[in-house]
């Protein structure tokens, strides 16, 4: 699949060539990243092949006509605020790279008619699930341990799916979510790679989806947008590994139990966890979804240290698939 490309043209020489080495290394492997300090230069070097993305110093803005170049010209301002109505999209550029890349993804993704193709991995992308009928017991941490654990070695994707699930107070993000890409899915528009790009975070090597704010959020997802989204993520994501943070909240949660390759049931031994264990694997033989015992696991954690050991060993485990 051929890479879209990133243009950086900013007259500051330093800035420009640190911007586009950090692009290069952190960015989106969609993207190959190209740093210019004269427009002259860029638009000479861009003539045969023009760049999608182009980062473009205010000063250069004034001198560039929209009608003159077909990729999308993103200006970087150095002021934080804009007392008019700019020409083209502003993003600040005294901020992290990360911040810049991320804002520059979202608009590409929400203004290109084009798609950016198939997913960069060869094999198919493994579902993992982690669920329990049971409260407290341990289900998220465990989730997490192992989506760490596995990211290590092969690029992994953690999606909640809870209706409360706490991130915003742990994992600050202050940006979109859960909603906002599947929302943007739903539009039918093409650059969901390049959307995804934009919303996810990160804790430590594992990526996450920052999940919804609100459990009126999550019910508005149906499950055949559950079903669309697995499907956009085999396709045009660069994850080898979703693991699915799952909770009766979700609507088809019995069909992403499903579409798992496995599931891990963290359990308890006490009497009132032994009895709603019991009515939960009724319920699934009533409904005729035997698949879903059969590819369950079920661990136990006595303490933290256990459950990180578990999730290592497991994480192992899977990174040799």
Same mark, same amino acid.
């Not at 200006?75 to 150095?78: G, M």
């Not at 890349?101 to 520059?104: D, E, H, Q, V």
């Not at 993704?109 to 193709?117: D, H, N, Q």
């Not at 192992?316 to 698939?321: A, T």
């Given at each position: 699949?051929?890479?879209k ?6 007259e500051?020489?330093d800035?420009?060539?640190? %911007? ?5 290394r ?14 002259e230069e860029?638009l ?15 000063? #250069?803005t004034?001198?560039?006509?929209k009608?003159?170049y077909p990729?999308?010209?993103i200006?970087?301002?150095?002021e934080?605020?804009?007392e008019?109505e700019?020409e083209?999209?502003?993003i #600040?550029? !005294?901020?992290?790279?990360?911040r810049i890349?991320?804002?520059?993804y979202?608009?590409y ?9 198939t997913?960069l991995?060869l ?5 993992i699930?982690?669920?329990s ?18 990211a290590?070695q092969?690029?992994?994707? !953690?999606?909640?799916?809870? =209706? %409360?699930?706490?991130f915003?107070?742990? #994992?600050p993000?202050?940006g979109q979510?859960l909603s906002?890409?599947?929302y943007?899915?739903k539009?039918?528009k093409?650059?969901?790679a ?5 919303i996810t975070g ?5 990526s996450?989806i920052?999940?919804v ?7 508005d @997802? ?5 079903? =669309?989204?697995l ?9 080898e ?13 019995f ?6 390759d ?5 359990v ?5 966890a032994?009895?709603?264990l019991?009515? #939960? ?6 409904l005729?979804l035997?698949?879903?015992?059969e ?5 136990a954690?006595?303490? @933290?240290e ?5 999730a290592?060993?497991e994480g ?6």
């Open positions: 699949m051929k890479r490309q990133i243009a950086v043209c900013d500051e020489r800035y420009t060539l640190r %911007f586009a080495e950090y692009a290069g952190h960015g989106n492997p969609l993207f190959v990243v190209h740093g210019f300090t004269g427009l860029f000479e070097d861009t003539k045969e092949h023009p760049a999608d993305i182009v980062l473009l110093s205010k000063k #250069y004034k001198d560039l006509k009608e003159e990729g999308q010209i200006c970087l301002s150095e934080e605020y804009q008019e700019p083209y999209p502003v #600040y550029k !005294y901020q992290s790279c990360l890349l991320k804002k520059a979202d608009i993704a929400e203004r290109t008619p084009a798609s950016l193709g997913a991995r094999g198919k992308m493994k579902r699930g982690i669920f009928p049971l409260g407290r017991i341990g289900k998220t941490s465990f989730a997490l341990a192992l989506g760490k654990e596995l290590k092969r690029r992994t994707l !953690y999606l909640n799916v809870e =209706e %409360f699930s706490g915003e107070s742990l #994992y993000s202050g979510t906002e890409l599947v943007f899915m539009q039918g093409k650059a969901f390049c959307k995804l790009e934009s990160k804790i430590g090597s594992l996450y920052p999940p704010k609100s459990p009126l959020e999550l019910r @997802i149906k499950k055949e947008d559950w079903e =669309e989204l499907t956009a993520l085999e396709k045009e994501s660069r994850y590994f979703v693991i699915l943070d799952l909770s009766f909240g979700a609507e088809g949660v069909e992403l139990l499903e579409a798992c496995t599931i891990y049931m963290p308890a031994s006490d009497e009132t032994r009895a709603k019991w009515q #939960y694997r009724e319920a699934i033989k009533l005729e035997e698949e879903i015992l590819k369950t696991k079920e661990i954690f006595p303490g @933290i256990q459950l990180e050991g578990y290592k060993t192992k485990r899977w990174s040799k698939n």
